[in-house]
C-alpha cells in the first residue's frame, strides 16, 4: 500500500476546508431542527455536484474523473467527520457502481452522466428485514411477456424519498435464502404501483420504506442477467461497505478529535482531565485503534481499485473501523461526562450517525463471520 | 532509471548473489545452531557469516566505513525477502546481541569518530556480541531511578552496582551500562551511557530462570569494575537522552509481528485449530466462540501489517524511528500473546504439557511460547509505558500527576 498520492492530498485539503466551512455539523444540526425536506440542504448537493465528487467513479466518457475509491474514501472521510448530509453516498458511490459493474452500454449512456450532473439520484433499494443479509432477498419479480412485474417492499433505503432512480434485489426464482435467482432492477421513482414513505432514524438522516404494487419494468430494466444478480450485489456491496468504512472512519476520527481537545482544556481537581493516567491510557488506546482502523479502510478502498481481495479487506474493514467507531462514540460520551448528555452538544450526533452506520451493509458480526468464512474456517 | 526499476534491479542481483553464496546445506535451519549442529554445519555457517560480513549484509543500512553496505531500507527489506524465499538468513544481528539493533544505532548517532572506528565494524560482522545494562532491581519501568554508579578515576571510572534482565550477558563481550555519575543532581540528569568489556575482573554475570524455563537473561554485578573514559558515550550526565533513542530503536525492533499466515509451508493457525477442535456440516469451526475470537486474532493481526506498511509507506524511507512505534509494539505484542494463548485453548489438554512423550514437539513449544510472551508486555518499555509515551509524546496530553 502507498501513502496518498498528491492529488489525493489536494483532494483531502479541498474537502476538509469545504466541509469545515460550508457544511460544518453545525449545518447537520439546522438541518435537524428545522426538518428540511429529504433531511439534506439541496445546495450542500448542488455544491458537490460543482466540485466534481459525483464524478469520482465515473470514467471520463460519461463525464466523470475515474479517479478510484480511495479517493472518494478521502472525500468520505471529510463528509463522516461534519455528518454532512446529502445523497453523494448513495447515488455517486452505491448506485455508480450498481451500473458501472452490471449495466450495459446502453444503459451506462443513459444512466452515468445524471449521475455525474446531479439530476440523477440512485439509491441500493435491499434490505427487506432488520438484518443484513442479501441472499434472502423476497421481493417478486415475474415475467410478463415484456418485461417484469415487481411485487413486495423494501425497507431502510438509503435517500428513499429524494432518488430519482431504485437499484432493487428481487426475486425472479427460488426462495429466499437462495443464492440463485436474485436478479436487479432499474425502477424508476414515479413509476405506476410505487408507494414509499419516509421513516424517522435516530440519526435524522433520509431514509425510506418502499412498497411494490404490480410496478411493470421493461425488460432492458434489468441490471446484469436473470437469477444470476447475488454476485453483482455482492460486488456492489462491497463497494458500499469500503466507502462507508471511510465515513465511519471519519465520523470517528472527529470523534477522537473533539475528545482529546476537552481532556486537554476540561479542568477538574485543580488540573486538566487528560493529566489524569486513566484517561491518557484510554486516549492512547483510542489512538492505537484509529491507526489500525485507517489502516483496514485505506487497504478496502485500495483493494477494490486493484482488485484484489476484495472481499477479506472489505470485511476486514468494516468490522475494524465499526469497532473504532463504537467505542470512539461511546467515549466521546464518557469523557465528556454531563455535557455529552445535552442536546446542545455535538456528541450525541454522532453517536446516533455511529450505530446507524454500524447496522447498514452488515454489522461487526455479519463481517466478522465473513471473515472467517473467507479464511477458510 | 527509476526508483522502482532500481529495486527491480536490486531485487534480481541480490537473489543471484544469495544463490551463489548461502551454503545449501544450512537452508531452513533456524540462526542459533548453538551446540547440536555437526562440524560440517558449523564450518559452513562460519563461511556464511564471513561473505555476509565482507558484503556488509549484517548490518546493510551502516555506512561502508564501519561495515555496512550503506543501503536504504527497501533495499534491506528486499535483501531478507530474497534470504527468507531461499531459506536463508542473516545470523548477525543475532550473534551481535544488542549490537546491531540498539547499540550500534546509537553509536552511529552519538558517537565520537574513535568510538566509531573501535566498536562498529566488529557489530557488522558479527564477532563481537553486546549486551545491555539497565534494569536494575530497584529500577525497572523507573529506570531513571537507578543506582549503578560511576566515579571519576582519571581516565577511567569505576563502576559499582547490579544490573538486571542483561541479556546474553554471559556469553557477551561488551556493554552498554547506564551509570548514575552525579548522585546530587536530579534524577535523570546525573546518568551517563559506557561502554565498557565484561572480560575483566569486577565483571560477574548469573543466568536467571523463568517462568518458561531457561532465559538469556542474566544478573550482572559490577565490583569496582572498569570503563574507559574514552568509552563513554555521549556528554557526562547526558546519559538519559542517549538512553531514549536506545529504547527508541529498541521498540521499532519490536513492532513486526509475525503474521499467522506468513509461514507458507506450515499450516496456518486456523487449519490448526480445525484439526484439534473439529468443523460442523458447513466446515466452519465447531466451537462458534473460538471461531469469532480467532477471527479477531487474524484481523488484529492483518490490520496490524498493513498498518506497519502503511506507516514505512508514508515516512517515505525518511524517518528511522517512527513515532508510532509505541503503538506497533502494543499491537504487536498483544498478537503474539494472544496467539499462543488461543493455541493452547484449542489444543486443550494436549496444550499444558510441560515435557515428554505424551506431547508433540509443537505443543510443548507453544507452551514455552506462551509463558515467554508475559514477557513481550513488560520489556522495553511495559505495555503500561508505551502508553504513558503515546498519551505524552504522540498526543500531547500533559504529564501525569505521578513524577516518573
Known amino acids: 500500500m502507498a501513502a496518498l498520492t498528491e492529488e489525493q492530498s489536494m483532494i483531502r485539503d479541498q474537502a476538509k476546508s469545504w466541509t469545515t466551512e460550508k457544511s460544518p455539523v453545525d449545518k447537520f444540526r439546522e438541518m435537524r431542527d428545522k426538518e428540511i425536506a429529504n433531511n439534506y440542504f439541496p445546495e450542500t448537493w448542488s455544491a458537490m455536484v460543482e466540485m466534481g465528487w459525483t464524478g469520482i467513479i465515473i470514467p471520463e466518457q460519461y463525464g466523470g474523473s475515474d479517479l478510484g475509491f480511495l479517493t472518494f474514501g478521502v472525500v468520505l472521510e471529510e463528509t463522516g467527520r461534519q455528518l454532512t448530509a446529502s445523497p453523494l453516498f448513495a447515488s455517486a458511490l452505491v448506485g455508480a457502481s450498481a451500473i458501472l459493474l452490471g449495466g450495459n452500454e446502453a444503459q451506462k449512456q443513459a444512466i452515468l452522466p445524471g449521475i455525474v450532473d446531479g439530476s440523477k439520484i440512485l439509491t441500493l433499494a435491499l434490505e427487506e428485514g432488520p438484518r443484513h443479509a442479501p441472499q434472502n432477498t423476497a421481493l417478486k419479480a415475474e415475467s410478463n411477456g415484456d418485461g417484469f412485474t415487481l411485487s413486495g417492499t423494501k425497507t431502510f433505503v438509503a435517500e428513499g424519498m429524494s432518488a430519482t432512480t431504485f437499484v432493487v434485489a428481487a426475486r425472479t426464482s427460488g426462495e429466499a435464502g437462495d443464492s440463485d435467482g436474485i436478479s436487479l432492477f432499474l425502477v424508476d421513482a414515479d413509476a405506476k404501483g410505487l408507494g414509499r414513505n419516509a421513516i424517522k432514524t435516530v440519526d435524522s438522516r433520509g431514509y425510506a420504506n418502499l412498497i411494490f404494487e404490480a410496478v411493470d419494468v421493461s425488460a432492458d430494466a434489468m441490471l446484469g442477467g436473470v437469477d444470476v444478480g447475488l454476485p453483482i450485489l455482492d460486488a456492489i456491496l462491497d463497494r458500499a461497505r469500503a466507502g462507508l468504512s471511510a465515513e465511519m472512519l471519519g465520523t470517528a476520527a472527529q470523534s477522537f478529535d473533539m475528545t482529546l481537545e476537552y481532556l486537554k482544556t476540561r479542568e477538574q481537581f485543580g488540573q486538566v482531565i487528560g493529566s489524569f493516567q486513566a484517561l491518557g491510557h484510554r486516549a492512547a488506546g483510542l489512538f492505537g485503534q484509529m491507526e489500525l482502523a485507517r489502516s483496514c479502510s485505506e487497504a478496502a478502498l485500495q483493494a477494490i481499485d486493484d482488485d484484489q481481495d476484495v472481499e477479506q479487506m472489505t470485511s476486514l474493514s468494516k468490522c475494524r473501523v465499526g469497532e473504532f467507531l463504537f467505542d470512539m462514540s461511546n467515549q466521546l460520551i464518557q469523557i465528556h461526562g454531563g455535557i455529552g448528555m445535552t442536546d446542545e452538544f455535538d456528541a450525541g450526533l454522532y453517536l446516533k450517525r455511529a450505530r446507524t452506520l454500524e447496522t447498514a451493509f452488515g454489522n461487526r458480526s455479519f463481517h466478522r463471520d465473513r471473515y472467517a468464512t473467507l479464511a477458510g474456517f | ?404
Open chain 2, 1 to 404: 532509471m527509476s526508483n522502482e526499476q532500481a529495486l527491480n534491479e536490486f531485487e534480481t542481483t541480490t537473489r543471484e548473489w544469495v544463490k551463489e553464496n548461502f551454503p545449501v546445506s544450512l537452508a531452513g535451519s533456524t540462526m542459533g545452531l548453538e551446540g547440536e549442529a555437526s562440524e560440517s554445519k558449523k564450518a559452513d555457517f562460519e563461511i556464511w557469516r564471513q561473505r555476509l560480513a565482507e558484503k556488509g549484509w549484517g548490518a546493510p543500512t551502516w555506512p561502508v566505513e564501519y561495515g555496512g553496505a550503506g543501503l536504504g531500507h527497501p533495499e534491506a527489506k528486499i535483501i531478507s525477502h530474497e534470504m527468507a524465499k531461499m531459506g536463508a538468513f542473516n545470523p548477525i544481528p543475532l550473534m551481535a546481541g544488542m549490537g546491531v539493533t540498539m547499540v550500534g544505532p546509537t553509536i552511529l548517532e552519538y558517537g565520537t569518530d574513535d568510538q566509531k572506528n573501535r566498536h562498529l565494524k566488529s557489530i557488522a560482522s558479527g564477532e563481537v556480541r553486546w549486551c545491555l545494562g539497565l534494569s536494575e532491581p530497584g529500577a525497572g519501568s523507573d529506570l531513571a531511578s537507578l543506582a549503578t554508579k560511576a566515579v571519576d578515576n582519571g581516565d577511567s571510572f569505576v563502576v559499582n552496582g547490579q544490573k538486571t534482565w542483561t541479556s546474553g550477558a554471559d556469553i557477551s563481550q561488551w556493554c552498554g551500562a547506564l551509570v548514575r555519575t552525579d548522585p546530587a543532581a536530579k534524577k535523570r540528569n546525573g546518568i551517563s551511557f559506557v561502554l565498557l568489556p565484561m572480560a575483566q575482573d569486577g565483571v560477574t554475570t548469573k543466568p536467571i530462570k523463568l517462568i518458561s524455563g531457561v532465559s538469556p537473561f542474566c544478573d550482572t554485578f559490577f565490583d569496582d569494575a572498569r570503563a574507559e573514559k574514552a568509552d563513554l558515550l555521549g556528554d557526562l550526565n547526558k546519559g538519559w537522552s542517549v538512553v531514549k533513542r536506545l529504547l527508541q530503536h529498541e521498540r521499532q525492533s519490536q513492532t513486526q509481528a509475525r503474521s499467522p499466515s506468513s509461514g507458507s509451508k506450515k499450516a496456518t493457525l486456523q487449519d490448526k485449530a480445525k484439526t484439534y477442535a473439529g468443523t460442523d456440516a458447513t466446515g466452519a469451526l465447531a466451537d462458534a466462540d473460538l471461531r469469532i475470537r480467532l477471527a479477531n486474532h487474524l484481523m488484529d493481526a492483518e490490520a496490524h501489517s498493513l498498518t506497519v506498511n502503511r506507516i514505512t509507506a508514508e515516512a517515505k524511507g525518511k524517518v528511522e524511528v517512527s513515532a508510532a512505534a509505541s503503538i506497533l509494539k502494543n499491537s504487536a505484542t498483544k498478537i503474539a500473546q494472544t496467539k499462543n494463548e488461543l493455541t493452547m485453548e484449542f489444543m486443550g489438554t494436549q496444550g499444558i504439557g510441560w515435557e515428554g512423550e505424551n506431547f508433540a514437539a509443537e505443543e510443548l513449544e507453544n507452551v514455552r511460547e506462551w509463558l515467554w510472551g508475559k514477557a513481550i508486555s513488560i520489556y522495553g518499555g511495559s505495555h503500561e509505558v508505551q502508553n504513558n509515551i503515546i498519551s505524552k509524546n504522540i498526543l500531547g496530553l500533559p504529564e501525569t500527576t505521578q513524577q516518573g
